[in-house]
């Protein structure tokens, strides 16, 4: 007996360590906790009110890493990834529409240290087609608050003044607002080593350079995820960095001064495949080849239930992905990302369970400020609500099918 009780403890110790290390080399020590009071709490709470609201509604916006200098080709090559977008995605785009009429929309993160107003006024273009629209992504190290600000801001004018790119709020002239997300996934200096950053108070440098949301999240297996996960919040910065790991959710306090919104994509567990036989994979709402949004990963993104407090029946979808490199065309811009909407166009947007919004960056955040202020109707009422439209769209007002 005293053998087998060994055994079987050594055994359990030896499946601890193993699970221990795995757990570990993912990072996900950095936001199991989070996940687990989101999933038992918040999660558990949600399912059920939404319930009793009638048709959910479904925001789903695709962000889009877009760096067309990615691996740093020669400019035939950047040329041609950005070619190729203009002719291949309005292609998909067009057979696929919402509730509202609209096409899938992307939104374009564009690295400011990559800027090349050619491939800018190419992506206007296609954001005219009302494909989508042009937000700020960037890759940076060494910084110090004041150069960062500077950095940003400066590129904000830019897109405002070369391409009509970046709303105002309402009231504002020629003070471009917009949607951020860190390249390397290094928001607040979350990085040990301290790389691809170095300003541990960004968050107060991306509001006052005119970013009204971040939505780097989630960044997992990085160690620079949040410990906080499937939640829409506010975070301000703290000493030492990492000021995006904690904050009170929307819908549960009133914004100030030093907050930013931070807003998250689903992030979960993939049992359907497994890794090691035991161990499930993380699911990050990345799309790409090995990562393809089937029909299990939709469902699984739409049951996370990202919402606003208050407001369960409004829930935010948030995927991404790194578009202009050809390694995921075969997912992009071929069949896997057709089923895609196809999925979503029939599954969800049947018009009594569901009713599917295709949003960008810009008009998923001025949902989610409408759904704070308690706003009733239809989402589609609030895609301008705080952020205007940006010039190249109130020029050519976006394209909607019948």
């Not at 199991?32 to 009793?52: C, H, P």
């Not at 910084?143 to 960062?148: D, H, I, R, V």
Request: with cysteine; aromatic share 10%; glycine share 8%.
């Amino acid at each position: 007996m005293t053998l087998i009780v060994t055994i079987i403890a050594f055994a359990v110790a030896a499946l601890a360590v193993l699970v221990g290390t795995v757990l570990y080399k993912k990072n996900v020590h950095v936001w199991l906790s989070g996940y687990v009071q989101w999933y038992f709490g918040i999660a558990a709470k949600e399912r059920k009110d939404r319930a009793r609201k009638g048709p959910t509604h479904v925001m789903f916006c695709f962000a889009d890493h877009f760096e067309p200098a990615w691996g740093s080709p020669p400019m035939s090559v950047e040329r041609e990834r950005v070619d190729t977008w203009m002719m291949k995605y309005p292609e998909i785009a067009r057979h696929f529409v919402d509730a509202d009429g609209n096409h899938p929309k992307h939104s374009f993160f564009f690295p400011e240290e990559d800027y090349r107003q050619e491939h800018l006024d190419k992506l206007v273009k296609l954001c005219q087609q009302g494909l989508g629209e042009i937000e700020i992504h960037s890759h940076h190290e060494d910084e110090t608050p004041e150069t960062l600000h500077t950095l940003l801001q400066n590129f904000a004018q830019t897109l405002r003044t070369n391409h009509g790119a970046l709303g105002n709020l309402a009231g504002e002239i020629n003070q471009p607002r917009w949607i951020f997300i860190h390249g390397n996934w290094a928001l607040c200096n979350s990085r040990a080593d301290g790389k691809h950053c170095g300003v541990d108070e960004e968050l107060e440098v991306l509001k006052r350079a005119g970013c009204v949301a971040d939505m780097t999240m989630p960044s997992a297996p990085s160690e620079t995820q949040a410990r906080t996960v499937n939640q829409v919040y506010y975070a301000h910065d703290k000493k030492g960095g990492r000021g995006h790991d904690f904050g009170p959710r929307v819908g549960e306090h009133q914004e100030r001064a030093e907050d930013l919104m931070m807003i998250q994509g689903p992030l979960g567990m993939n049992w359907h495949d497994r890794s090691r036989g035991i161990f499930p994979k993380i699911d990050n709402a990345d799309i790409r080849v090995g990562m393809e949004p089937t029909p299990e990963r939709i469902d699984r993104w739409i049951k996370t239930g990202i919402s606003v407090s208050g407001k369960p029946e409004w829930i935010f979808v948030k995927v991404h992905t790194h578009g202009a490199p050809e390694r995921d065309w075969s997912v992009l811009l071929g069949e896997p990302i057709q089923q895609m909407h196809e999925y979503l166009t029939t599954r969800y947007n049947d018009g009594e369970h569901f009713k599917l919004h295709y949003v960008s960056a810009r008009e998923m955040y001025n949902i989610i400020k409408a759904a704070e202020a308690a706003c009733e109707g239809d989402p589609d009422e609030y895609r301008d609500y705080l952020v205007e439209r940006p010039p190249m769209l109130v020029e050519k007002p976006l394209s909607r099918s019948a």
